[in-house]
């Protein structure tokens, strides 16, 4: 991630707002999700989105990287650590502090640390048999969430007290240091170490979230999965992720549906295929057949002289088409079977249809362990 720009990664410009970078993320993380996305390098470009938005969502980490770029991700350290003198342990040192001094001391203005911020979208993975995902279900489904702290109200501070502003920062989640430099001493922005970016104090915490004004818990949904969803399809329920932040929004779910295959049928789409067999007399005479759907058993009239490989279409006998009301149809494949073994009458009988249509049927009628067989019998 720090070979590439994440604004460059998300295709969004330096001035996007919280809003356009959300957006940006959730149709690039969808495009290349692996589950739905089979490309060998979607998994790597998944990743890549992660770990762009991870920097962008957050104000300390964006405000850090537009003021240095990569290097602010690792803490300043790296090919740069030590350039005036610094321990390893010194943020954002030396020649950090020159190059933010060159370019305007941070660049892209800072967002408000207090601001409401829109919680983390969460994933669920829900298993469908092959019938529910043809006729959808009502199911309940639980995960665990971060959720806003009943006891604070998500304020983080003990009940009857409240965060104060911070009393180093004023507020602004980030303080001036002076450094020297072998240019001279400069002043550099950094986050503050007393609100962690913040730009609150808490004196007295919540004994139930620890400050965090939230607390994982397991939350229970009513799902209504619609009819038609097919593999690798994804749901979006709003407000159904993790608490926002500041009194924001929560998150979204995004649940993931995983279709089974069935033994008897196939779909693409909102058709199904499937396929049956028939004896020769069945294709040559023609006869009414009886032909599994996934809507129930129903009757198929096959023509005389129907050929193996046939493909009959059963209107209305698919699979919904999603968000609609429409149904789709399924094709049944019709396959004459050759039978492997004969009755007396049933090979006196082929003999006289093959002599009465002029052919001359030179018969294989058993193979040579068989002869063998036959004739220790015989003794």
Same mark, same amino acid.
Request: charged content about 25%; some cysteine.
């Given at each position: 991630?720090?070979?590439?720009?994440?604004?460059?990664?998300?295709?969004?410009?330096?001035?996007?707002?919280?809003?356009?970078?959300?957006?940006?993320?959730?149709?690039?993380s969808?495009?290349?999700?692996?589950?739905?996305?089979?490309?060998?390098?979607?998994?790597?470009?998944?990743?890549?989105?992660?770990?762009?938005? $991870? /920097?962008?969502?957050?104000?300390?980490?964006?405000?850090?990287?537009?003021?240095? *770029?990569?290097?602010?991700?690792?803490?300043?350290?790296?090919?740069?650590?030590?350039?005036?003198?610094a321990?390893?342990?010194?943020?954002?040192? *030396?020649?950090?502090?020159?190059?933010?001094?060159?370019?305007?001391? *941070?660049?892209?203005?800072?967002?408000?640390?207090?601001?409401?911020?829109?919680?983390?979208?969460?994933?669920?993975?829900?298993?469908?048999?092959?019938?529910?995902?043809?006729?959808?279900?009502?199911?309940? /489904?639980?995960?665990?969430?971060?959720?806003?702290?009943?006891?604070?109200?998500?304020?983080?501070?003990?009940p009857?007290? @409240?965060?104060?502003?911070?009393?180093?920062? @004023?507020?602004?989640?980030?303080?001036e240091?002076?450094?020297?430099?072998?240019?001279?001493?400069?002043?550099?922005?950094?986050?503050?170490?007393?609100c962690?970016?913040?730009?609150? &104090? /808490?004196? &007295?915490?919540?004994?139930?979230?620890?400050?965090?004004?939230k607390?994982n818990?397991?939350?229970?949904?009513?799902?209504?999965?619609?009819?038609?969803? &097919?593999?690798?399809?994804?749901?979006?329920?709003? *407000?159904?992720?993790?608490?926002?932040?500041?009194g924001?929004?929560?998150?979204?779910?995004?649940?993931?549906?995983?279709?089974?295959?069935?033994?008897?049928?196939?779909?693409?789409?909102?058709? /199904?295929?499937?396929?049956?067999?028939?004896?020769?007399?069945?294709?040559?005479?023609?006869? $009414?057949?009886?032909?599994?759907?996934?809507?129930?058993?129903?009757?198929?009239?096959?023509?005389?002289g129907?050929?193996?490989?046939?493909?009959?279409?059963?209107?209305?006998?698919?699979?919904?088409?999603?968000?609609?009301?429409?149904?789709?149809? &399924?094709?049944?494949?019709?396959?004459?079977?050759?039978?492997?073994?004969?009755?007396? $009458?049933?090979?006196?009988?082929?003999?006289?249809?093959?002599?009465?249509?002029g052919?001359?049927?030179?018969?294989?009628?058993?193979?040579?362990?068989?002869?063998?067989?036959?004739?220790?019998?015989?003794?």
């Amino acid at each position: 991630m720090a070979d590439r720009n994440p604004y460059d990664v998300l295709g969004v410009d330096k001035n996007a707002s919280d809003d356009d970078i959300r957006k940006a993320f959730r149709k690039l993380s969808k495009k290349y999700h692996p589950d739905l996305n089979k490309a060998p390098d979607a998994e790597d470009k998944f990743k890549e989105v992660n770990a762009a938005y $991870e /920097i962008l969502k957050d104000p300390q980490k964006r405000a850090q990287y537009d003021q240095y *770029g990569s290097a602010g991700m690792n803490g300043g350290q790296g090919g740069f650590g030590g350039f005036n003198g610094a321990g390893a342990g010194d943020q954002f040192g *030396g020649f950090e502090d020159i190059f933010s001094q060159f370019f305007g001391g *941070g660049g892209a203005a800072r967002q408000n640390p207090n601001a409401p911020r829109q919680g983390s979208d969460l994933q669920y993975r829900m298993d469908l048999t092959f019938e529910e995902g043809v006729f959808g279900k009502k199911t309940n /489904i639980s995960y665990n969430r971060e959720e806003e702290c009943s006891t604070c109200g998500g304020s983080g501070a003990k009940p009857g007290t @409240h965060p104060e502003t911070c009393s180093k920062c @004023h507020g602004s989640g980030y303080v001036e240091v002076d450094r020297q430099t072998p240019l001279g001493r400069m002043r550099t922005r950094v986050v503050c170490d007393v609100c962690n970016g913040t730009g609150k &104090e /808490i004196k &007295e915490k919540c004994n139930i979230c620890h400050g965090s004004g939230k607390v994982n818990e397991k939350h229970e949904l009513k799902v209504t999965v619609p009819a038609g969803v &097919e593999d690798g399809q994804q749901m979006r329920l709003d *407000g159904q992720g993790e608490a926002g932040t500041n009194g924001g929004p929560y998150g979204d779910l995004y649940i993931v549906f995983h279709v089974a295959p069935s033994k008897e049928f196939r779909r693409d789409g909102s058709t /199904i295929y499937a396929s049956v067999n028939i004896s020769f007399p069945q294709a040559t005479l023609g006869d $009414e057949i009886k032909v599994n759907t996934v809507h129930g058993p129903v009757k198929l009239n096959v023509p005389s002289g129907t050929q193996t490989g046939t493909t009959f279409r059963l209107r209305g006998k698919g699979a919904p088409v999603l968000n609609s009301k429409s149904i789709g149809d &399924e094709k049944v494949t019709v396959n004459i079977v050759t039978p492997r073994k004969l009755s007396g $009458e049933q090979r006196s009988a082929l003999k006289k249809f093959a002599e009465a249509g002029g052919d001359k049927v030179k018969e294989k009628d058993s193979n040579f362990f068989n002869k063998v067989r036959d004739a220790f019998k015989g003794e």
